[in-house]
């Protein structure tokens, strides 16, 4: 059974920096897409940052506009945890924030962006909240 467990979220002031953790278990698939995501009551789920498990450069990961050049991808293969570094957090920032992954075809690039790319597994989010 697929599992995500992430943590690190909490309250930053303006311009404050966070980092948050996403440990997979259970994971059994060779290659997989993985991504960040944050959701807010009054906006629609948003996809911040995809990458390809087959990508070995974590600057192959794949960035929205509205967090390129503040946040940052990394990981942890050997303990198959999945890192998201924030920094210059503004208030519109806040959102609960989701990790995911699902499966894709080995040797596929190119495809892990969402949408179009359904994820198949989520972790149970953890909240970040930015004041002014």
């Known amino acids: 059974q697929v599992r995500l467990v992430e943590s690190g979220g909490g309250s930053v002031q303006t311009g404050g920096s966070l980092n948050l953790s996403c440990v997979a278990s259970?994971?059994?698939?060779?290659?997989?897409?993985m991504g960040w995501f944050r959701q807010t009551p009054e906006k629609e789920r948003e996809g911040i940052v995809f990458i390809d498990s087959e990508v070995e450069d974590d600057d192959g990961a794949i960035y929205a506009d509205s967090v390129k050049g503040r946040f940052t991808i990394s990981r942890d293969n050997d303990k198959d945890t999945l890192y998201l570094h924030m920094r210059s957090l503004k208030p519109d920032d806040t959102a609960i924030y989701y990790c995911a992954r699902g499966w894709k075809l080995e040797g596929i690039s190119g495809v892990c962006k969402s949408p179009p790319y359904k994820y198949n597994y989520w972790g149970q989010g953890t909240q970040v909240t930015v004041s002014a």
């Open positions: 259970g994971w059994t698939y060779k290659a997989s897409c």
